[in-house]
């Protein structure tokens, strides 16, 4: 039987133009469906019907041309919206409200959206996973018993179980595509800059993403992200689209054929113990020969020197986490992995941050020198798995021990983090399953301002594969 939930996003924006569904019916189409299912699946950390329906009513006074009218979807836990709970998902501020709204939510309600609340997050964003403690986890839609990665982890589970149309999401080291992979969903982390409304980040790792079914319904929020200003936001000129939508339409076409890189190498394979699970080799595999049947130019290409980037990451992803206000008493409110990242963040030398944000800062340039410059491989996009095994259990990771925690993320996730450093956009893509009906994803990386080409790469392989066809049970 036909649902709402069943059209892309795209479609049901036409629906919402035509006038065939209403915002009112289309909202409360969700609603019915987070009410009965958001339970098992922990997609929402806060549901806000009465706010979401006042919104949808209130579209009929602004213009249905806007990017999103009438169209539901959930800010991630992490942003605030000024009036409601904001706790950044740890127990630590179990009674916080904001006090103002950050730029992010503020874009896409400009843009016409309708949020329903907030979308489940780890403890500050911190880890690939969420299974905050003390709350529901964001359960895999596909099997209730494994998670959905993180940090955009909620986000994820609402988009692959029907729950949303499309997500926001922000990406510091993986955290939009990563769940993306994890749950069969298209994950957009655009170039560095690209998304003005972006909160500031130590050294510029997170950029605001998105979360969707299908490659134009991804190209189409992040050309809402990067549609209009807030406040005193104000775009960088050289990676403006130059006209709204553009993303969509390059999406739309899926058009041309590209010279890309293939690697199965991370910066963290000198320094940690990385194994590519079968399933993900042949994920790539069958990748690789769609794109060969498509004309598309394949190399193997050697991975960028990566000497001091294992320790050098860490570094700044724990002096991040220093920043986080709390006190000693609010250490002993945080989870495990917070209060290591923490007490480590707070006990480096500031020569040690100032060379690790050097070393980076050296990566960054050595990839895109060896990539994408004339005196290099001169790519269009570089492929690489999405994640190195299939979703992890719940409960896999180590609660206790920081270190050892820290670890098993990277053995998760090699394939992510170095594209937040590089400030490169990427884009995962669900285009297989495991024996066990599990999502497999890659990943394809583009030069600097690049979105347009692996999105057009990504929809080639949409429309060979149909992605958007497979569903977890409950859709």
């Known amino acids: 039987m036909f649902e709402l939930h069943h059209l892309s996003a ?14 009112v019916e289309l909202l409360e189409h969700y609603l019915t469906r987070i009410d009965r299912l958001n339970g098992p699946l922990g997609a929402f950390s806060r549901v806000d019907p009465d706010r979401a329906l006042d919104t949808a009513k209130r579209l009929a006074d602004r213009p249905r041309s806007l990017e999103l009218w009438g169209l539901p979807l959930a800010e991630k836990e992490l942003s605030r919206r000024e009036g409601a709970s904001w706790t950044g998902g740890s127990r630590a501020f179990a009674d916080r409200v904001a006090d103002g709204t950050d730029d992010i939510v503020r874009v896409l309600d400009e843009a016409g959206a309708v949020s329903v609340g907030a979308t489940t997050a780890p403890e500050f964003g911190m880890p690939s996973y969420t299974e ?16 959905a990665g993180g940090s955009s982890g909620g986000a994820a589970v609402a988009v692959a179980a029907g729950l949303l149309p ?5 990406d510091g080291g ?19 800059g690209l998304v003005p409304a972006t909160a500031d980040s130590l050294a510029g790792f997170v950029s605001n993403g998105a979360l969707a079914r299908t490659v134009e319904d991804a190209a189409m929020l992040l050309d809402a992200m990067t549609a209009r200003t807030s406040g005193e936001i104000d775009f960088l000129s050289t990676l403006r689209p130059p006209d ?25 394979h000198d320094t940690h113990e990385i194994a590519l699970d079968p399933s993900a080799r042949r994920a790539l595999d069958d990748t690789i020969e769609l794109l060969a049947d498509r004309g ?4 193997e290409v050697p991975f960028p020197d990566s000497i001091g980037y294992a320790g050098a990451f860490e570094t700044v992803w724990k002096a991040g986490a220093a920043a986080i206000p709390l006190g000693d008493e609010g250490l002993g409110l945080v989870e495990p992995l917070t209060a290591w990242l923490i007490r480590e963040g707070r006990s480096l030398p500031v ?28 790519l269009d996009a570089v492929l690489t798995p999405a994640l190195a095994l299939p979703p992890r259990p719940l409960g896999w990771y180590d609660p206790d021990d920081g270190a050892a925690n ?30 066990q009906g599990l999502p497999m994803g890659v990943q394809l990386i583009g030069r600097p301002g690049g979105e347009a080409t692996i999105l057009s790469i990504g929809r080639q392989l949409e429309r060979a594969l149909q992605w958007q066809r497979r569903h977890p049970p409950g859709w």
Request: avoid cysteine.
């Open 174 to 192: 993986g955290s939009v595509r990563i769940p993306a992979a994890a749950t069969g969903l298209v994950g957009l982390k655009p170039t560095r």
């Open 244 to 268: 709204p939508g553009r993303l969509l339409g390059e999406a739309v076409r899926g058009e041309g054929r590209f010279q890309i890189g293939i690697t199965t190498s991370s910066p963290w």
């Open 132 to 147: 905050p403690l003390g709350r529901p986890a964001a359960s895999n839609p596909y099997d209730l018993s494994l998670g």
């Open 351 to 378: 020569a040690a941050l100032v060379e690790a944000l050097a070393t980076l800062s050296r990566f960054e340039k050595g990839v895109n020198r060896a990539w994408f410059s004339r005196e290099g491989a001169r």
């Open 406 to 435: 820290f670890a098993q993320q990277v053995a998760y996730t090699p394939f992510t983090s170095f594209v937040n450093v590089s400030g490169l956009p990427a884009v995962t893509l669900p285009v297989s399953t495991t024996e």
């Open 166 to 170: 499309f997500a926001p999401g922000s």
């Open 10 to 23: 795209q479609e049901q924006w036409d629906w919402l133009q035509r006038g065939d569904v209403s915002p």
């Open 296 to 299: 598309h130019g394949l190399e």
